[in-house]
Nanobody, 124 residues
Framework: QVQLVESGGGLVQAGGSLRLSCAAS????????LGWFRQAPGKEREFVGY????????LYADSVKGRFTISRDNTKNTAYLQMNSLKPEDTAVYYC?????????????????WGQGTQVTVSS
């Protein structure tokens, strides 16, 4: 069973940066695709980005493109979400999840295992 644990969230001023981590255990980390999602209060869970198992393929939501970067270190069983130029509208709980699809997917229902989430709050 795959377990995912996010960390690195916190409070940051607008324009600042944070790096989130997603540490995995169980399964073979280097063989599964990963996604990052976020959920703000009263809103549906929203796709943020995706990274393939090898790390060569990434995909981003338009709202974060050019500001956020996803990477992974398969030797450490860890994925990262580097967030720059943060805006108040980026405030949400951020989740990483393992995809069950071979191809990139933005839909939460296509992700099987989820972490518990980490809170990111951006003040104006």
């Amino acid at each position: 069973q795959v377990q995912l644990v996010e960390s690195g969230g916190g409070l940051v001023q607008a324009g600042g940066s944070l790096r989130l981590s997603c540490a995995a255990s169980g399964g073979t980390f280097s063989t599964y695709n990963l996604g990052w999602f976020r959920q703000a209060p009263g809103k549906e869970r929203e796709f943020v980005g995706y990274i393939s198992a090898s790390g060569y393929k990434t995909l981003y939501a338009d709202s974060v493109k050019g500001r956020f970067t996803i990477s992974r270190d398969n030797t450490k069983n860890t994925a990262y979400l580097q967030m720059n130029s943060l805006k108040p509208e980026d405030t949400a709980v951020y989740y990483c999840a393992q995809s069950t699809y071979r191809l990139p997917t933005i839909y939460p229902q296509n992700y099987e295992y989820w972490g518990q989430g980490t809170q990111v709050t951006v003040s104006s």
